[in-house]
T-cell receptor, first 109, second 115 residues
Framework: QQPVQSPQAVILREGEDAVINCSSSKALYSVHWYRQKHGEAPVFLMILLKGGEQKGHEKISASFNEKKQQSSLYLTASQLSYSGTYFCGTYTNAGKSTFGDGTTLTVKP | NAGVMQNPRHLVRRRGQEARLRCSPMKGHSHVYWYRQLPEEGLKFMVYLQKENIIDESGMPKERFSAEFPKEGPSILRIQQVVRGDSAAYFC?????????????FGAGSRLTVL
């Protein structure tokens, strides 16, 4: 069962903040986030392993609530370079990662 | 230190032909995963392989698609008798082991166009 991401798309001005949510109907072992620019490969951003854990990458941070089976990605003071499609992935101990349908973020000057 | 290498980057085939996509994992990685991405859609898991073994092929269509990862050489995703619906980007990812499968390094993808 793939995770569900919301919203599907976000349009921001430079300097604005955004939140992307990822939820699963199954118990989560870990959540990982990737960013994909148009026509390029997805690039790993971060992984969250424990309930309540938060991590950061530049001005991008994420939280993972194991009980609620949810993760959120926070982008603060957005830059033009943040534009792309963000995917959350969930991992099963069978060695397979399943991805959400993605959230397309567009940052305008 | 080369990353995951995929070739060809772009492939055009006519309906009914065969497509072969190749993936060389990162050095030291022995686990390979194939994902398909249709235009404007997400990454759909196809198959997970280790050297000489298919671990999980639950995402592979039952017909026309096959994958292998031989002892020597790259992993190959083979699509026989391609149809227009096979047009997509096919991404390969690798990890050093199963426990690291949630931190994937992706190749640049192979974009298949079926005419």
């Amino acid at each position: 069962q793939q995770p569900v991401q919301s919203p599907q798309a976000v349009i921001l001005r430079e300097g604005e903040d955004a939140v992307i949510n990822c939820s699963s109907s199954k118990a989560l072992y870990s959540v990982h986030w990737y960013r994909q620019k148009h026509g390029e490969a997805p690039v790993f951003l971060m992984i969250l392993l424990k309930g309540g854990e938060q991590k950061g990458h530049e001005k991008i941070s994420a939280s993972f609530n194991e009980k609620k089976q949810q993760s959120s990605l926070y982008l603060t003071a957005s830059q033009l370079s943040y534009s792309g499609t963000y995917f959350c992935g969930t991992y099963t101990n069978a060695g397979k990662s399943t991805f959400g349908d993605g959230t397309t973020l567009t940052v305008k000057p | 230190n080369a990353g995951v290498m995929q070739n060809p980057r772009h492939l055009v085939r006519r309906r009914g032909q065969e497509a072969r996509l190749r993936c060389s994992p990162m050095k030291g990685h022995s686990h390979v995963y194939w994902y398909r991405q249709l235009p404007e859609e997400g990454l759909k898991f196809m198959v997970y392989l280790q050297k000489e073994n298919i671990i999980d092929e639950s995402g592979m269509p039952k017909e026309r698609f096959s994958a292998e990862f031989p002892k020597e050489g790259p992993s190959i995703l083979r699509i026989q008798q391609v149809v227009r619906g096979d047009s997509a980007a096919y991404f390969c990812a690798s990890s050093p082991d199963q426990a690291s499968a949630n931190v994937l390094t992706f190749g640049a993808g192979s974009r298949l166009t079926v005419l």
